[in-house]
């Protein structure tokens, strides 16, 4: 099992920047890939970032790349995302998840555990 805490959301203008964590316990964490997913109202699940176990493969969703970049430290079991050049289009749940494998995956019914999500609201 894998417990996962995500914090860092928020209020920011359009243009801000946020940075989003995901504490991980409950499993060695660096054997394991981790991923980031938004779901906005009424919209399904989407992709945005995924890094692999010791952060050598990362995947970008095309809606954020340039503008988002994802981390993690190994040592503190928490993984990143740092988000800039925000826009209201942004305006989502971030959910972290973590995987059974230390290679990443673009789609979400590819990781075993998730967070229960942090709200980012961007204002125009």
């Known amino acids: 099992q894998v417990q996962l805490v995500e914090s860092g959301g928020g209020l920011v203008q359009a243009g801000g920047s946020l940075r989003l964590s995901c504490a991980a316990s409950g499993r060695t964490f660096s054997n394991v890939a981790m991923g980031w997913f938004r779901q906005a109202p009424g919209k399904e699940r989407e992709f945005v970032g995924a890094?692999?176990?010791?952060?050598?493969?990362?995947y970008y969703g095309d809606s954020v790349k340039g503008r988002f970049t994802i981390s993690r430290d190994n040592a503190k079991s928490t993984v990143f995302l740092q988000m800039n050049s925000l826009n209201p289009e942004d305006t989502a749940v971030y959910y972290c998840?973590?995987?059974?494998?230390?290679?990443?995956?673009?789609?979400?019914?590819?990781?075993?555990?998730w967070g229960q999500g942090t709200q980012v609201t961007v204002s125009s």
């Open positions: 890094i692999g176990w010791n952060g050598g493969i990362k």
């Open positions: 998840a973590a995987r059974s494998s230390a290679y990443p995956s673009t789609w979400y019914s590819e990781y075993d555990y």
